[in-house]
T-cell receptor, first 115, second 115 residues
């Protein structure tokens, strides 16, 4: 079965600082990987995805993530944090079982941005 | 931009009562999902639905749960006899194709509170 590990349930950065949210996955086959963001009292919004091709993927709001197969990682970064980035971030992997394509989520990382 | 809509936003129900959560997926999408998020925990897959039948379900999705697409636009989750542990945020999602590489689009969720 697929699994996702997000190191750090809470991350705090200063406005303008680098954001790094970590995600590692386990998979016996090449995965499809996603980052979602959840703002308070809202649903999950897709930030970016990796399926095939270029391992560095760019998403919305200046975020990007790099798929590193050798490290089984898909860390999310943003060069300069903004106050509006404060939210919960979820890494997810798509299950490649033939019967379906469910998402398996990590436990989430809550990002706080200090002024 | 098209979006997934869920109603109600908050449902309060007595234990043992039936509850129906409603979702209107994006109109041209063919794959539908329910997930839940117990407070403070990660998002968990419940069920996927395609071509008017369940394609996959988790161990959480027991006989108390059912899904239905009663018409061309709605997708519902029914819990027959609610338990305290069913209290959670329930998210509906849809995607335009299967195969795991297409992103799932999420609604804002229904917060279910069982008393």
């Amino acid at each position: 079965a697929q699994s996702v590990t997000q190191l750090g349930s809470h991350v705090s950065v200063s406005e303008g600082a680098l954001v790094l949210l970590r995600c590692n996955y386990s998979s016996s086959v090449p995965p499809y990987l996603f980052w979602y963001v959840q703002y308070p009292n809202q649903g999950l919004q897709l930030l970016l995805k990796y399926t095939t091709g270029a391992t560095l993927v760019k998403g919305i709001n200046g975020f990007e993530a790099e798929f590193k197969k050798s490290e089984t990682s898909f860390h999310l970064t943003k060069p300069s944090a903004h106050m509006s980035d404060a939210a919960e971030y979820f890494c997810a992997v798509s299950d490649l079982k033939s019967s379906g394509d469910k998402l398996t989520f990590g436990t989430g990382t809550r990002l706080a941005v200090r002024p | 931009e098209p979006e997934v809509t869920q109603t109600p936003s908050h449902q309060v129900t007595q234990m043992g009562q039936e509850v129906i959560l409603r979702c209107v997926p994006i109109s041209n999408h063919l794959y539908f999902y329910w997930y839940r998020q117990i407070l403070g925990q990660k998002v968990e897959f419940l069920v996927s639905f395609y071509n008017n039948e369940i394609s996959e379900k988790s161990e959480i999705f027991d006989d108390q749960f059912s899904v239905e697409r009663p018409d061309g636009s709605n997708f519902t989750l029914k819990i027959r006899s609610t338990k305290l542990e069913d209290s959670a945020m329930y998210f509906c999602a849809s995607s335009d194709s299967g195969g795991g590489n297409q992103p799932q689009h999420f609604g804002d969720g229904t917060r279910l509170s069982i008393l």
